[in-house]
């Protein structure tokens, strides 16, 4: 029996305590830093510009007022008319005598105007008055007083309105806005390598073979994925060779044991005999095959759609004479499981391996046969079984154990068929798609185990939330 060795456990315990991404830390960091600038630079600047827009635009148009009231009040009369005309054309300046009976329309004045007229009134005169439209026509109006007549000046009022501009708050969060942005920018660029990196490492965790990371950029992340590149490289190579080992023992030892197997059966041997040691050499050959399979996990599978309940019928089929002899009590509901994208040749193993440790280990008694019930339903991305017996069950503190490779509850079970990788291949299996293998005593009695199996097509690479 085997379990996910224990780095998987250690690397799967941080993911679970991190509370926030590096992604969304450097954006934070930077988005931190820019609101501290930002906020540093508008009250400097506040500190260095104390008068409000109101204050400097009243103090610009109290000038042109006194300039104005000036040239008219120094000009002989016979060119003030020339000067009227020569300020409307060139600075867009009119004067205009001020009547009783003007129409003055006070709801187009608007606020901005209206805090204008106290700060003219303290340069100007108690009063002087600010108004946006006179006699239906629109425009800064400001009255004012030469010799005991009263006058209208008359501004443009785009030409006044631009003088308040956006204040420094509108300013700020422009610039706040445009400064985030840029930050995202730059976090998903940092972010972006070690994201890939992390796509591949879990690739690599599913024993696929990723595509080689760019060895371009800085520096160090060049140098980290050409050493990821060559890790990959030499992990591939290491299971090919293994693969290979193992393929070419399994032919060396079968051909033996073929030989043993027919030698015995011409052999004139008491049936006892023959029968004991034609089933240590069926026990040889299962262990032989089980290290086969181990190693071959590395293979990519195939992505067909399967039939769950073809493979289910063929497992049911498989067992039919352990169920015929009275050793086993097999009861399967596949019904809520209709198709599965994978290999059928996984999902047949898997089934068989949970069954036959179910079978191994899970009787009360030698007398009574091992009850397993099997269950598939299908979930929103794949394939949930559970797997249980009704045996004594197993030391909570030996669980996670029991899913190592070649790690058994005693001693004892060595003589029973077990090579202890059972468990290991099925867990190995559901990490090939992205799933796992979870057991669990029952309630009621006896041992559960509990495997996901995403779709093939389906799988959520890690950390990136993107589909292959």
Do not use: C
């Not at 009250?43 to 400097?56: F, K, N, T, V, Y």
């Not at 946006?132 to 501004?155: H, K, M, Q, T």
């Not at 920018?185 to 890939?196: C, F, Q, T």
């Not at 091992?370 to 797997?387: D, K, N, P």
């Amino acid at each position: 029996m085997s379990r996910p060795a224990p780095d998987r456990a250690a690397a799967r315990a941080p993911a679970s305590g991190q509370r926030i991404s590096l992604f969304w830390r450097t954006f934070l960091l930077l988005a931190l830093l820019i609101g501290i600038s930002l906020g540093a630079t508008l009250g400097i600047a506040g500190l260095l510009d104390r008068a409000p827009p109101e204050q400097r635009l009243a103090w610009e148009v109290a000038s042109v007022v006194n300039l104005t009231r000036s040239a008219l009040v120094s000009a002989e009369p016979d060119r003030r008319l020339d000067l009227l005309d020569q300020l409307a054309h060139e600075e867009e300046v009119r004067v205009l005598p001020k009547e009783p009976e003007d129409r003055i329309d006070d709801s187009a004045t608007g606020p901005r105007l209206r805090a204008l007229q106290p700060r003219l009134r303290q340069l100007l005169g108690a009063g002087t008055r600010v108004a946006g439209r006179v006699n239906d026509a629109d425009g800064v109006w400001i009255s004012f007083e030469i010799d005991g007549d009263d006058y209208w000046l008359i501004l443009p009022r785009a030409r006044v309105e631009r003088q308040f501009g956006p204040g420094l708050g509108v300013l700020g969060l422009i610039a706040a806005s445009l400064s985030l942005l840029g930050a995202l920018l730059i976090s998903r660029l940092v972010n972006r390598p070690l994201a890939d990196l992390s796509r591949a490492i879990a690739r690599l965790s599913r024993g696929e073979a990723p595509q080689p990371l760019a060895d371009q950029g800085p520096t160090e992340i060049a140098a980290l994925n050409r050493r990821f590149n060559r890790l990959a490289r030499d992990l591939a190579r290491l299971d090919a060779d293994r693969s290979l080992a193992l393929a070419g023992i399994s032919h060396d030892i079968r051909s033996p044991l073929a030989r043993l197997r027919m030698e015995i059966e011409l052999a004139e041997l008491p049936p006892e005999q023959r029968a004991s040691m034609a089933e240590d050499i069926e026990r040889i050959d299962r262990i032989v095959g089980q290290f086969v399979q181990y190693a071959r996990i590395a293979e990519p599978p195939r992505a067909e759609r399967v039939d769950v309940a073809a493979v289910l019928a063929g497992v049911d089929h498989a067992y039919r004479s352990a169920v015929e002899a009275g050793d086993l009590a097999l009861a399967i509901d596949g019904g809520e499981a209709p198709h599965w994208i994978g290999d059928p040749t996984d999902l047949q193993r898997a089934v068989g391996n949970l069954i036959d440790n179910s079978i191994r280990y899970g009787r009360v008694s030698a007398d009574v046969p091992a009850r397993v019930e099997l269950r598939a339903r299908r979930t929103s991305g794949g394939l949930a079984i559970e797997v249980r017996d009704h045996g004594p069950g197993v030391p909570a503190a030996d669980l996670d154990r029991l899913l190592q490779p070649f790690a058994r509850l005693d001693s004892a079970r060595s003589e029973r068929g077990g090579s202890g990788l059972g468990l290991a291949i099925v867990e190995r299996l559901a990490r090939r798609y992205g799933g796992s293998l979870r057991l669990v005593n029952a309630p009621d009695g006896g041992l559960a185990a509990s495997l996901t199996l995403p779709d093939y097509g389906g799988i959520l690479d890690a950390g990136s939330g993107t589909r292959r």
